[in-house]
């Protein structure tokens, strides 16, 4: 991502509360403080796209069932999960 200024808290807590705007977890008034916030720094407002980009990609993508590591197969000869001849 981008890294932001040590001393540049309003950048800062913008960023954090990204995170939470996008899960629908923030406060009304940090929605409109980070709204605010994104209307006047372009900064901020490319990183807020990027993760919103990287949520969406996330949240679209398939999810895979876990496999244990006594069901890997080592031979190639199929998905984990494919009957064995």
């Not at 991502?1 to 954090?16: E, F, K, Y």
């Not at 980070?34 to 990027?50: I, K, M, N, T």
């Not at 993760?51 to 990609?57: E, H, K, P, Q, Y």
Request: aromatic content about 2%.
């Amino acid at each position: 991502m981008m890294s932001l200024a040590v001393g540049d808290s309003a950048c800062a807590g913008t960023c954090r509360a990204v995170s939470l705007v996008l899960d629908g977890e923030a406060s009304a008034a940090d929605v409109l403080a980070v709204a605010a916030h994104l209307r006047r720094c372009d900064r901020c407002r490319r990183f807020a796209s990027a993760v919103a980009d990287l949520a969406f990609t996330l949240r679209a993508a398939r999810l895979e069932r876990p496999v244990r590591a006594g069901q890997l197969q080592m031979s190639g000869d199929g998905p984990p999960d494919a009957p064995r001849t």
